[in-house]
């Protein structure tokens, strides 16, 4: 993992220094010379872009083959495995819900924890929780243990947490849905 945050970091050094020299030159140019930068810019971009998101998708399908997952994809990329089904409700948009959960990065890691920082509460379809996990949440009954794997854009993105999910982390939730109120 840390040969991978290493990589990351340098290719964002790039990427900013890149941006810094591209804005620099956009500021002295006239405008039709500042958009020709900006276009030529936009393609080195992408392209370090789809690298980034072609490692990820490898390293969760790696991840996935050698735990023997039976994992479903959705559009977005949020790999998802209910492996116990409960009998209570399915959950609903606007209710409270509480989670057991413990999150690891792709690498085992173990980032949190229900038995030492509580259970996960939070009303479904606020927000203010990661976007693969409320897409996750909405597939389940309460009771229900699943398994998601939420690729960095679906979880805390470029910057992390600010806390101990460090940037461009992908997230592997185990949860069990406890309560919704």
């Given at each position: 993992?840390?040969?991978?945050?290493?990589?990351?970091?340098?290719?964002?050094?790039?990427?900013?220094?890149?941006?810094?020299?591209?804005?620099?030159?956009?500021?002295?140019?006239?405008?039709?010379?500042?958009?020709?930068?900006?276009?030529?810019?936009?393609?080195?971009?992408?392209?370090?872009?789809?690298?980034?998101?072609?490692?990820?998708?490898?390293?969760?399908?790696?991840?996935?083959?050698?735990?023997?997952?039976?994992?479903?994809?959705?559009?977005?990329?949020?790999?998802?495995?209910?492996?116990?089904?409960?009998?209570?409700?399915?959950?609903?948009?606007?209710?409270?819900?509480?989670?057991?959960?413990?999150?690891?990065?792709?690498?085992?890691?173990l980032v949190y924890d229900y038995r030492t920082d509580g259970l996960k509460q939070f009303i479904v379809g606020r927000g203010g929780v990661e976007a693969g996990l409320e897409e996750g949440i909405l597939?389940?009954?309460?009771?229900?243990?699943?398994?998601?794997?939420?690729?960095?854009?679906?979880?805390?993105?470029?910057?992390?947490?600010?806390?101990?999910?460090?940037?461009?982390?992908?997230?592997?939730?185990?949860?069990?849905?406890?309560?919704?109120?």
């Open positions: 993992m840390k040969c991978i945050f290493v990589k990351c970091l340098i290719i964002s050094n790039i990427i900013c220094i890149f941006l810094f020299t591209a804005c620099d030159s956009a500021i002295t140019q006239k405008p039709e010379q500042a958009s020709h930068s900006e276009e030529t810019l936009k393609e080195p971009l992408e392209k370090v872009n789809r690298y980034l998101l072609k490692k990820e998708n490898e390293e969760i399908n790696n991840l996935v083959k050698r735990y023997n997952w039976n994992m479903e994809t959705s559009k977005t990329g949020l790999r998802s495995m209910i492996y116990y089904k409960g009998t209570g409700e399915p959950v609903k948009r606007g209710r409270l819900v509480s989670l057991k959960h413990t999150v690891k990065l792709i690498d085992g890691t597939m389940l009954k309460v009771g229900d243990k699943a398994k998601f794997i939420l690729p960095s854009h679906l979880g805390f993105g470029l910057l992390g947490d600010d806390d101990r999910i460090p940037p461009k982390a992908t997230l592997v939730y185990d949860i069990e849905v406890v309560t919704m109120d």
